[in-house]
């Protein structure tokens, strides 16, 4: 059966290379030369935290649960709120050249709306 609910404001559109699935829902929301963040959940496990993977182009950096409290995840029926992540990136990527971060959801090489991002990392 087709899902013909209204999407929700903090479900971005799917990602460029693979559509999510209709569970699993989060966004990259930002990334800077020290850190990268957004949320991730799953609907069918509202109050469980879900992983994702961080990669710099095909490396992938760090898995990392998505439980970190925000307000506006809770607010806007994300289950009990506690599906952000922060994680902070290593001082080798400050070497003055462009890298693409990417998130996705772990096991999976579906990426998180937003994702991916490329900034120009400066030199230390």
Do not use: C
Not at 56 to 74: C, Q
Not at 90 to 106: E, K, N, P, W
């Amino acid at each position: 059966m087709k899902d013909t609910s209204q999407q929700r404001p903090l479900a971005p559109a799917g990602s460029k290379k693979t559509k999510p699935s209709s569970r699993l829902e989060g966004s990259f929301d930002h990334a800077d030369a020290k850190t990268v963040g957004g949320w991730a959940w799953d609907t069918s496990q509202p109050n469980m935290p879900i992983k994702v993977e961080i990669y710099e182009g095909a490396a992938l950096l760090t898995t990392i649960l998505a439980e970190e409290f925000r307000e506006d995840l809770k607010s806007a029926g994300k289950g009990d709120g506690k599906h952000a992540f922060n994680y902070a990136l290593a001082l080798t990527l400050r070497d003055g050249q462009s890298h693409t971060i990417s998130v996705r959801f772990a096991g999976s090489p579906t990426e998180l709306p937003g994702s991916p991002k490329t900034l120009l990392f400066p030199k230390l």
